[in-house]
């Protein structure tokens, strides 16, 4: 899903939006089968650069950036994790998807201590080996860039495999196995929260640019939006 593309709101919900026509090819190509795969949603920040507004529940094109990322994921994997201290402020869109998608609201165990908490969360929680962790805060997320990730990481049987865009490597939107898990909390005791010292401690593959290009994936997945001036120049409205 490419920045600009536009997506139709339904009236279940606010923040609800259909499973749109590339989802439904997207299923019907793999026979209507979703992934052996987690997808992981991490909605547990404390929006402090967003003056405390979620940015999950950010609008984009009528629609909110959780409702937006529920679908993409949800056209993939087969099990959605929504990790967050704050279910009651997400329970309204989730409820809109159940109907569509297994996905379920959990806790971090560790709250406060970034997204490597919400890493071992989703890994204990997830029913599958293999995970496809987004952060809420990235309206573009893109299925077939993930599926693009996992085909790679099985490829040399690598326990993680994320995108270097602009030459920098991004954790989030990257797919990682569930055995990851102890290299987390060995982390996570030492208190080092660092993405890049998760990267630097497992077997990881990087798909460049021109590995993305050669499957015409847009580089534009790996965007976020951080603070109001952003959000502002995205839609000409402040948060």
């Known amino acids: 899903m490419e920045p600009g593309r536009k997506i139709k709101t339904g009236k279940r919900s606010s923040g609800f939006v259909p499973v749109r026509k590339e989802g439904l090819k997207a299923m019907k190509r793999d026979g209507g089968q979703r992934h052996a795969m987690t997808g992981v949603i991490l ?3 404390q929006n402090r650069r967003m003056g405390g507004q979620s940015k999950a ?3 984009y ?3 909110t950036f959780l409702a937006r990322q529920l679908e993409e994921l949800g056209s993939l994997c087969a099990e959605l994790l929504v990790v967050t201290q704050e279910p009651l402020r997400y329970e309204s869109i989730v409820h809109a998807f159940s109907d569509m998608f297994r996905v379920r609201l959990i806790p971090d165990l560790q709250p406060g201590r970034g997204p490597l908490a919400g890493f071992q969360a989703a890994m204990k929680a997830a029913s599958h080996e293999e995970l496809w962790i987004v952060g809420c805060d990235m309206p573009w997320v893109d299925s077939e860039a993930a599926r693009a990730l996992s085909e790679l990481r099985r490829s040399v049987g690598a326990e993680a495999a994320v995108a270097r865009i602009g030459g920098r490597v991004h954790p989030l939107h990257g797919v990682y196995l569930r055995s990851c898990l102890p290299e987390v909390e060995r982390l996570l005791a030492a208190n080092d929260l660092r993405l890049m010292g998760l990267l630097e401690s ?3 593959q990087v798909a460049d640019e021109s590995f993305l290009e050669r499957r015409g994936i847009s580089p534009g997945f790996v ?3 951080n603070n109001p001036d952003e959000y502002e120049r995205l839609t000409g409205k402040r948060p």
Request: glycine share 20%.
């Open 61 to 63: 094109e009528g629609a």
């Open 223 to 225: 965007r976020n939006i």
């Open 57 to 59: 529940l950010l609008m």
């Open 43 to 45: 909605a547990g920040g």
């Open 202 to 204: 497992v077997a990881l």
